[in-house]
């Protein structure tokens, strides 16, 4: 079975730069599309990006694209999120999720199987 660890969150200023990962353990995992989600306090868990199962597909949330890049390393079993230009409304927690099929990307959360404890991202104005 895989699991997800994710790690890379802290408190940075606005316009400032993270990058989380997302590491699995367990079989399969190279084939699994991952996404990236977020929840701020008192609203609902929002998709923020998603990577399929060969890193060559990508889908972003209009609100970070440009500004976060997702990508992958098969051979490290890692999903990266680099964050750049950070805003104080992307303060949250962020989870990455796995989605065994692979294919076609998801922005909807319940189509994901594995998920990771969530790493906090705080950015301060």
């Known amino acids: 079975q895989v699991q997800l660890v994710e790690s890379g969150g802290g408190l940075v200023q606005a316009g400032g730069s993270l990058r989380l990962s997302c590491v699995a353990s367990?079989?399969?995992?190279?084939?699994?599309?991952v996404g990236w989600f977020r929840q701020a306090p008192g609203k609902e868990r929002e998709f923020v990006a998603a990577i399929s199962w060969s890193g060559n597909n990508f889908d972003y949330t209009d609100s970070v694209k440009g500004r976060f890049t997702i990508s992958r390393d098969l051979a490290k079993n890692t999903v990266y999120l680099q964050m750049n230009s950070l805003k104080p409304e992307d303060t949250a927690v962020y989870y990455c999720a796995g989605d065994r099929t692979g294919w076609p990307l998801s922005t909807f959360s319940i189509e994901y199987d594995v998920w990771g404890q969530g790493t906090q991202v705080t950015v301060s104005s």
């Open positions: 367990g079989r399969g995992f190279s084939s699994y599309a």
